[in-house]
Each structure stands twice: as C-alpha cells, then as structure tokens.
C-alpha cells in the first residue's frame, strides 16, 4: 500500500514531461514510477493550468491509441478463449459418454 508522500516540484515537472514525451499510457507511467494514478493526473491538470491546453490533446490521442490496440489485443483474446472453452466443451462430453 502507498504512503502519502511529498514530492518535489522537480519530480512532479520531470514526470509530466515523461508522460508528455512518452508513448506509454498515464496509468503505466504511475505505477512504474510508484505513484497514484489519481496524483500524476493532478500534476498534469497543474501544469497543463500553468502551461497551456495542448498537454490534453496530445495525451487523448496517445491514450485513445493505446485503448484501441487494447481492444483489439482483448478481442483476439476472447476469439482464442471461446474456442478452447468449446473444444474442452467437446472433450468433457466425450469423456463422459466413455465413463457410462
């Protein structure tokens, strides 16, 4: 469990520009970095408030991409899924007819 902890301006700048630069998505960059991903959002609202709107944009195409790969990766997920539930399905009924 985390600790409130105090950060440094520093840190808090340096990382809004690690999630700024970075194609990783903001709750990756928070827990890699061991930080709420409600607290990193807060920097980010802070500086975005200090240093223009464009932080928002930028990170809303960053993140709308990585849900849409997700999506697909969950999709193909659930297709292989599915079939190995139906062949296990199959196997169990063909089992079970044997031990009768």
Known sequence: ?????????????STVQLVINSNEPVRKIAEDLDIKYST??????????????????EKKSITRES???????????????????DILKKATAYFAKETL
Do not use: P, Q, T
């Open 40 to 57: 990193l959002y807060d920097w980010m609202r802070d500086y975005k408030r200090a240093n223009g709107n464009y932080i928002e944009s």
């Open 1 to 13: 469990m985390r600790k409130n902890k105090h950060y440094s301006k520093e840190f808090k700048e």
């Open 67 to 85: 849900v849409e790969e997700e999506n697909k990766r969950l999709r193909k997920e659930n297709r292989i899924l599915k079939e190995e539930r």
